[in-house]
């Protein structure tokens, strides 16, 4: 099995930026997509970003200030979060996809605070 284990989380104020890292161990068969995603209290999870080789995609209330990255090598996902906004106050999932058609993995969740 595979585990992921989310760090970087803490409280920030408004306007402030924080890094996420998602370590991956464990039997890890490939690397075909990874991802970040989020549960605001009171809200559904929210997938945020996403990387599938060289291709990102965010959602619309992230675009322009968070930024996936991976390092293969080292088995990690980051997620840099910029301008923070105190709606990005959540539990944020890292998510690791081995092969196109496999089954997704996700992490405990880290929290992320933004509060002046």
């Known amino acids: 099995q595979v585990q992921l284990v ?6 920030v104020q ?20 990874a991802g970040w995603a989020r549960q605001a209290p009171g809200k559904q999870r929210e997938l945020v970003a996403t990387i599938t080789g060289g ?30 906004k105190p709606e990005d106050t959540a539990v ?7 092969s196109m058609y496999g089954m997704d993995y996700w992490g405990k969740g880290t929290l992320v605070t933004v509060s002046a």
């Open 14 to 33: 408004p306007g402030g930026s924080l890094r996420l890292s998602c370590v991956a161990s464990g039997s890890i068969f490939g690397s075909y997509a």
């Open 55 to 84: 291709t990102t995609n965010y959602a619309d209330s992230v675009k322009g200030r968070f930024t996936i990255s991976r390092d293969n090598a080292k088995n990690t996902v980051y997620l840099q979060m910029n301008s923070l």
């Open 92 to 98: 944020y999932y890292c998510k690791h996809r081995p």
């Open 6 to 11: 989310e760090s970087g989380g803490g409280l």
